[in-house]
């Protein structure tokens, strides 16, 4: 399974953005797909989550209410809806998926830079 992440820029505090993850491959092996970032000189942050079936949901409490996270209809393409962003959402984004919910995130994107200034 590949991953590619896209939809990161520069926007302003209080922008929106809406970054998108998709996958190919041997999708039907993708139990769920999560998001992460990175901001400089942090650890990695887990974002928000979904199945790729039933489209069960979770989030980390630090974004939740400000981010959605969503699939396409074809459920190989994974939406991360980030409102009311902040200069210290500013990161490199990731999106990954586990083949099962008991085993650890793998097949990394390559990440979009999300910028916001204030």
């Known amino acids: 399974v590949q991953l590619q992440a896209s939809g990161g820029g520069l926007v302003q505090a209080g922008d929106s953005l809406r970054l998108s993850c998709a996958a190919s491959g041997r999708t039907s092996s993708i139990h769920d797909i999560g998001w992460f970032r990175r901001a400089p000189g942090k650890e990695r942050e887990f974002l928000a989550s979904i199945t790729r079936t039933a489209s069960i949901t979770s989030y980390a409490d630090s974004v939740k209410g400000r981010f959605t996270i969503s699939k396409s209809n074809d459920k190989n393409t994974v939406h991360l809806q980030m409102n009311s962003l902040k200069p210290e959402d500013t990161a490199v984004y990731y999106c990954?998926?586990?083949?099962?919910?008991?085993?650890?995130?793998?097949?990394w994107g390559q990440g979009t830079l999300v910028t916001v200034s204030s």
């Open positions: 990954a998926r586990r083949a099962v919910r008991t085993t650890p995130f793998g097949s």
